[in-house]
């Protein structure tokens, strides 16, 4: 199995402007989070989701951030306008029921 | 509610120095805890767990106990390499069929030649 797959790796934008990141998640699993790592305030679980629905997005930061997964092999997550304090590395991760999460090499997003 | 907490680093040690990083945990019930690795420029990755009190997880040379009357799960190594160089991250996922897993802070270990 190839691992979790996110795109794109890097991604440099401008205030104001869209950004959407993706996620495959590994075939089979039925869990997919969304996550931020930032320096200042490490690790942070944005959403996440089970068969494909939504059950808990408490820690999306504000309705600028959107997801979603219309499908078990693809999610995205969405922000719009983005604004530099969104800058960070945000991880995809799936896992099996009650198994161990598998995360995905990570999308650095720069905002200018 | 559930919470990690995870010594504060960086960590720098010279190689084959002995390693603990400690870790402490709030939950109601038997949690199942976890340590989890992140190589520089990487997503994290499964390094060990334990799933009920007193089991000892371990992996390429780490071990942790799940110590239920202290809340702790210190990850310790005996030997450590410039390769472990990385951010250590202490989790627990509840009891119950839930996927979701809450993270102590992540601490960063140097290791010097």
């Known amino acids: 199995d190839a691992g979790v797959i996110q795109s794109p790796r890097h991604e440099v934008t401008e205030m104001g402007q869209e950004v959407t990141l993706r996620c495959k998640p590994i075939s089979g699993h039925d869990y997919l989070f969304w996550y931020r790592q930032t320096m200042m305030r490490g690790l942070e679980l944005l959403i996440y989701f089970n068969n494909n629905v939504p059950i808990d997005d408490s820690g999306m930061p504000e309705d600028r951030f959107s997801a979603k997964m219309p499908n078990a092999s693809f999610s995205t997550l969405k922000i719009q306008p983005s604004e530099p304090r969104d800058s960070a590395v945000y991880f995809c991760?799936?896992?099996?029921?009650?198994?161990?999460?598998?995360f995905g090499p990570g999308t650095r997003l720069t905002v200018l | 509610g559930n919470s990690v907490t995870q010594m504060e680093g960086p960590v720098t040690l010279s190689e084959e120095a002995f390693l603990t990083i400690n870790c402490t945990y709030t939950?109601?019930?038997?949690?199942?805890l976890f340590w989890y690795v992140q190589y520089p420029g990487e997503g994290l990755q499964l390094l060990l767990k334990a799933t009920k009190a007193d089991d000892k997880g371990s992996n390429k040379g780490f071990e942790a106990t799940y110590r239920k009357e202290t809340t702790s799960f210190h990850l310790e190594k005996g030997s450590v390499q410039v390769s472990d160089s990385a951010v250590y991250f202490c989790a627990l996922r509840k009891a119950g069929a839930n996927s979701k897993l809450t993270f102590g802070k992540g601490i960063t270990l140097s290791v010097r030649p």
């Open positions: 939950a109601t019930g038997y949690p199942s």
């Open positions: 991760a799936s896992s099996a029921t009650a198994g161990e999460q598998f």
